[in-house]
T-cell receptor
Framework: NAGVTQTPKFQVLKTGQSMTLQCAQDMNHNSMYWYRQDPGMGLRLIYYSASEGTTDKGEVPNGYNVSRLNKREFSLRLESAAPSQTSVYFC?????????????FGPGTRLTVT | SQQGEEDPQALSIQEGENATMNCSYKTSINNLQWYRQNSGRGLVHLILIRSNEREKHSGRLRVTLDTSKKSSSLLITASRAADTASYFCATHSGNTPLVFGKGTRLSVIA
């Protein structure tokens, strides 16, 4: 059981470039989440998917898009990266909708936009 | 918007001492969860306490919840150097996703 995996682990982009962060879970969880973590800000929810086929905006969705490809995979896309998107990005999954149960986190992707 | 606020922001103790972290929140909750994050890693779930529970234990961890004061505390007994990490509370309210606080950085000095 790998749990939640994320690729890549590190990425450097130039302003205006695009990229997709990949996330997969092997726990048969219904819900998946994307967060960003900035120093002193804790975790902020970008988008989430309560179940396969649905996605919803979180607290900071601007500049991002998501795709729930299937039950296992949930990707985050930056169409035109900006320096303000420099952050550590975490994907998480849980067995219940919206937070009744614990979330399992991936190892994170460190993104730098220059 | 952050619902939970941890206090203190940082805590430094000697190995063997107890560590207490607090979390206050604003609106009524379904449950409150505590997570640990080691440096450079993802968060790991520690314990979940439901709104109708007052206290839960897991190994050296003890969590209390006071819904009348809208606050929770996490006690780590007999701290070890390996407990050095950031600790986050997260609240679940209504039908909305979990909301995380900004965390408490715990340093346990050997």
């Amino acid at each position: 059981n790998a749990g939640v995996t994320q690729t890549p682990k590190f990425q450097v982009l130039k302003t205006g470039q695009s990229m997709t962060l990949q996330c997969a879970q092997d726990m048969n969880h219904n819900s998946m989440y994307w967060y960003r973590q900035d120093p002193g800000m804790g975790l902020r929810l970008i988008y989430y998917s309560a179940s396969e086929g649905t996605t919803d905006k979180g607290e900071v969705p601007n500049g991002y898009n998501v795709s729930r490809l299937n039950k296992r995979e949930f990707s985050l896309r930056l169409e035109s990266a900006a320096p303000s998107q420099t952050s550590v990005y975490f994907c998480a999954s849980s067995g219940a909708t919206r937070g009744s149960y614990e979330q399992y986190f991936g190892p994170g992707t460190r993104l730098t936009v220059t | 918007s952050q619902q939970g606020e941890e206090d203190p922001q940082a805590l430094s103790i000697q190995e063997g001492e107890n560590a207490t972290m607090n979390c206050s929140y604003k609106t009524s909750i379904n449950n409150l969860q505590w997570y640990r994050q080691n440096s450079g890693r993802g968060l790991v779930h520690l314990i979940l306490i439901r709104s109708n529970e007052r206290e839960k234990h897991s190994g050296r961890l003890r969590v209390t919840l006071d819904t009348s004061k809208k606050s929770s505390s996490l006690l780590i007994t007999a701290s070890r150097a390996a407990d050095t990490a950031s600790y986050f509370c997260a609240t679940h309210s209504g039908n909305t996703p979990l909301v995380f606080g900004k965390g408490t950085r715990l340093s346990v000095i050997a």
